[in-house]
């Protein structure tokens, strides 16, 4: 079985940002920390507090308010 999360990271630009909503999940989580450990910026958007101090950038959001959702980006 392959790493999925390794060969795509592997694929992506040098200086990539990837934005994870639900980062603060059980799955976003682990994706965000996978990301983060192959040098992707990660920004990670969720409604439930997480409060890690990796390298992630977490924001406490409600991904259906747009004015929210504007302000990530």
């Known amino acids: 079985m392959t790493d999925i999360t390794s060969n795509v990271a592997m694929q992506l630009p040098k200086d990539s940002?990837?934005?994870v909503t639900g980062g603060a999940g059980f799955i976003g989580s682990r994706l965000c920390a996978r990301l983060a450990g192959?040098?992707?910026?990660?920004?990670s958007a969720s409604r439930r507090?997480?409060?890690?101090?990796?390298?992630?950038r977490h924001s406490q959001v409600d991904l259906?308010?747009?004015?929210?959702?504007s302000r990530l980006l």
């Open 17 to 19: 940002v990837a934005l």
């Open 38 to 43: 192959a040098g992707v910026r990660v920004c």
């Open 49 to 56: 507090a997480w409060h890690d101090d990796g390298p992630v």
């Open 64 to 69: 259906s308010d747009h004015a929210a959702t």
